[in-house]
């Protein structure tokens, strides 16, 4: 799939382990499996083939964050992002990171 970020602190994170934003600054193990979803996402052929990973816990959300599709980092983090059907891939666009004990305020 291609991957497209919508805020430059998330390419950072993927590209460089870390963000020159202090507000969206995290500890190295969750980078690093941050890192790891990213290149889950950039390797899966297809959507449904999230589905057969269990490990990544996707699930289509819904409510105020209808439109958009979520992975787990880890029990407490999760990346959402939407997804864009192209004619060759599907475009996925990392929207966010998500702390899951705050998610629900």
Sequence with gaps: MIVTYAEEYLRQLYEDGKCSDKKHRYQPDIVRRYQKAIRFLIAAPSIETLWQIKSLNYEVLIGDKAGRSSIRVNNQYRV???????????????CNVVELSNHYK
Excluded: A, C, V
Excluded at 80 to 94: D, M
């Design 80 to 94: 959402e992002f939407t997804i864009s059907i192209n004619k060759e891939k599907p475009i996925l666009t990392i």
